[in-house]
């Protein structure tokens, strides 16, 4: 994972390609209810604008299906980076032929452009040779700086690179650094933290930190399944029955590694899937029929807390129990907080857990916040992500 940075080629006077990951919220009247993706990016950007590069942005929003349509256009995000930059972003109505060529000649050291909507054509998650070319054409040089989306082999990520040298931004680097340097050469005692609704989303990431880790702790709706696995009526809790015989594998797997598994003592039970649910907190054993569990409760977040306080590395990924409620969100704030409060290397991925995160107000307190959910996933899994293997090696 030893690639070259924008740091290590010359980018002065030339044009440079730049992919971002710009795919942010917007409300109904296209206004960015949450910029922390067009922040990420800075560095770069304004690494490339001191250094004289003629800058060229190139991004995604959300799913047009290869159609153009107004809803997805970044205009919006042209508007509001130019404010952050605090200098005016060229906005070219297309990314490829003369209304994107023409605006991007004329550009001069120093300034930035931002290419409209590149999934405003099919051919950018077909990744088409031809639509690469063209997007590379406009530049001298590429510069991947959207981890969020390097897991995809689309024609922005990946199919630029086979026509122009291409390096990783500022982003991208601190990514693969610090998550790679997790899984390969992690200080100990290292702990991981996976929860979230399913197992099977994350069955080659609990297979592969099995490899890796110390400690594994286990809590949200895919705790079910192991307590499941382990004799324990879950009630009707989130369940997937056909992975249960998985999960007594990953038991096995991890007593067989000298992996400490942790998993749930006891829970918050409620008989509705609401924010207003009467609910109780009671041992896993005494789930009645017509609850379900919802978050960990107080002894298991006790216990968690416990392991993780002894990590000198953690990588969480994925809330506790279903933090949007109230009701249920302390078991997620106790493990954020131990995770905050550590003082090992601590690396947050995710969307779910990044949010949890903000919400309980422990970012800043973080190592590491990825900006990639699935991307960070497959990282996890010990996966090759494409807009990361195309880059040029160091």
Not at 236 to 243: A, D, H, I, V, Y
Not at 334 to 355: F, L, P, R
Request: aromatic letters at 4%; hydrophobic letters at 45%.
């Amino acid at each position: 994972m030893n690639k070259k940075s924008v740091k290590d080629v010359e980018v002065r006077g030339k044009r440079v390609l730049v992919r971002v990951d710009f795919n942010v919220p917007l409300n109904e009247q296209g206004e960015i209810t949450n910029d922390k993706r067009i922040k990420a990016s800075l560095p770069t950007i304004l690494y490339l604008v001191r250094e004289g590069a003629r800058v060229i942005l190139a991004s995604h929003l959300g799913r047009p299906k290869g159609q153009v349509n107004p809803k997805y256009s970044l205009a919006p995000v042209a508007k509001h980076l130019s404010n952050l930059l605090a200098q005016e972003v060229v906005f070219a109505k297309d990314c490829i032929g003369d209304s994107a060529m023409e605006p991007v000649s004329k550009l001069q050291d120093g300034q930035v452009l931002l290419l409209e909507n590149v999934r405003f054509h099919g051919e950018e998650e077909k990744n088409d040779p031809s639509f690469a070319r063209e997007l590379a054409g406009l530049a001298e040089l590429f510069v991947n700086d959207a981890f969020g989306t390097a897991h995809r082999a689309h024609a922005s990520t990946e199919g630029v690179t086979h026509y122009i040298p291409a390096v990783c931004g500022l982003l991208m680097q601190k990514e693969v650094e610090f998550m790679g340097n997790a899984l390969e050469r992690p200080e100990r005692p290292f702990v991981a933290i996976i929860g979230g609704a399913k197992v099977s989303d994350k069955i080659g990431v609990i297979e592969n930190l099995l490899e890796k880790v110390d400690a594994l702790i286990i809590g949200g709706g895919m705790a079910n399944t192991f307590l499941k696995a382990q004799g324990y009526n879950v009630g009707k809790s989130l369940l997937e029955e056909e992975k249960v015989e998985l999960a007594k594998q990953l038991i096995e797997k991890a007593k067989s590694k000298g992996v400490e598994l942790e998993l749930p003592i006891d829970v918050v039970a409620a008989t509705a899937f609401q924010a207003d649910a009467a609910h109780r907190t009671v041992r896993v054993s005494e789930i009645r029929e017509e609850e379900m569990a919802l978050d960990i409760g107080a002894a298991t977040a006790e216990k968690f807390e416990a392991c993780i306080s002894t990590a000198r590395t953690v990588i969480w990924n994925g809330p506790m129990g279903v933090f949007e409620m109230e009701a249920f969100a302390k078991g997620t704030e106790k493990v954020a907080q131990a995770v905050a409060a550590c003082g090992g290397i601590t690396i947050v991925g995710g969307g779910d857990s990044v949010a949890a995160v903000e919400k309980m107000k422990v970012g800043e307190r973080m190592t590491h916040i990825s900006t990639g959910g699935g991307a960070s996933l497959e990282f996890l899994e010990g996966k090759i992500l494409p807009g990361v293997a195309a880059l040029e090696e160091a």
